[in-house]
């Protein structure tokens, strides 16, 4: 397989919807499997994001994971485009809510699953039919480290990120006798605007001053606003790029995708590890993270 970022055309013109383009991975992947042939509709939920997208090349459209009617009236100009065909869905739009457990309302928890758990769902299933029809479909969604193991302070991403990987294990036990298949990504750091629109969600929904974890939420926004990669191991959206493209051009995508060493290292801690020892660490790696 041609390594991303080449001029070979391997896509065909292959119809690929894929959500949060507005930047980091969304916005690399389109641009990527643009370059390779695809015929990419890359789709983001503010009307200046959707400019953008469109002055680059793309085929752009607003879709809000949060809003049913969104998701609808998005799927339903795709398939109007392609002829009611689409090769393959990349879930990517999410964000991360920061917060301790107790400071997290039900609203705010609720806010959280809307965007990066419903709305992944509602347009996965709409897009089932459509795959069942034409008899094969590729759905790819864009986990995380934190969908294997969690980091304090993180717990609505968390929980989010666990309940996609446990939906996402079922469908594709669901579809094993299909040519439909599914596969998750799961970075570790990726160089991204996730801390800067995570530092936004916490701003809006956190009150810090009245919380037990108030100095710990000091500590913790001055890593959320700082520039440049804080943790080790960032990589550059590329490198979920080329796991993308071997998820929708192997004969056999696999199931699982790790991408940075991060996730190499805690998926392996996590087999090896008894639950108090990987807490320990766990717990190590957060403290460092809001020192």
Not at 262 to 281: E, I, Q, S, Y
Request: net charge positive.
């Amino acid at each position: 397989m041609t390594e991303p970022g080449t001029s070979q055309t391997t896509g065909r013109g292959k119809p690929v919807l894929i959500t949060g383009c507005s930047s980091g991975i969304g916005r690399c992947v389109a641009l990527g499997l643009e370059a390779r042939g695809y015929r990419v509709f890359a789709t983001a939920r503010k009307h200046r994001d959707v400019s953008e997208l469109q002055s680059l090349g793309l085929e752009s459209l607003m879709l809000d994971l949060a809003d049913t009617n969104s998701v609808r009236d998005a799927l339903e100009t795709v398939l109007s485009r392609t002829g009611g065909t689409l090769y393959a869905l990349f879930n990517n739009g999410a964000y991360g809510q920061p917060g301790a457990v107790e400071d997290l309302s039900r609203e705010v928890l609720r806010a959280q699953f809307e965007t990066n758990l419903f709305g992944w769902h509602e347009l996965t299933r709409a897009v089932l039919p459509v795959m069942r029809r034409q008899g094969h479909g590729r759905i790819i969604h864009n986990s995380s480290v934190l969908g294997l193991v969690s980091l304090p302070y993180r717990g609505a991403y968390n929980a989010s990120k666990y309940a996609l990987e446990g939906l996402a294990d079922t469908l594709r036990l669901e579809l094993r006798n299909t040519d439909i298949h599914v596969s998750l990504i799961e970075p570790g750091p990726i160089t991204s605007r996730f801390r800067a629109n995570a530092h936004q969600a916490f701003r809006d929904h956190i009150d810090a001053q009245n919380s037990v974890h108030r100095e710990i939420y000091q500590r913790m926004e001055k890593r959320l606003v700082s520039e440049g990669p804080v943790a080790p191991f960032t990589l550059p959206p590329e490198a979920v790029l080329e796991k993308v493209v071997h998820a929708l051009e192997s004969r056999r995508p696999r199931i699982r995708y790790y991408v940075t060493f991060p996730t190499w290292l805690f998926a392996t801690l996590k087999r090896l590890l008894p639950g108090r020892v990987l807490d320990k660490v766990l717990m190590r790696v957060g403290g460092r993270e809001n020192r």
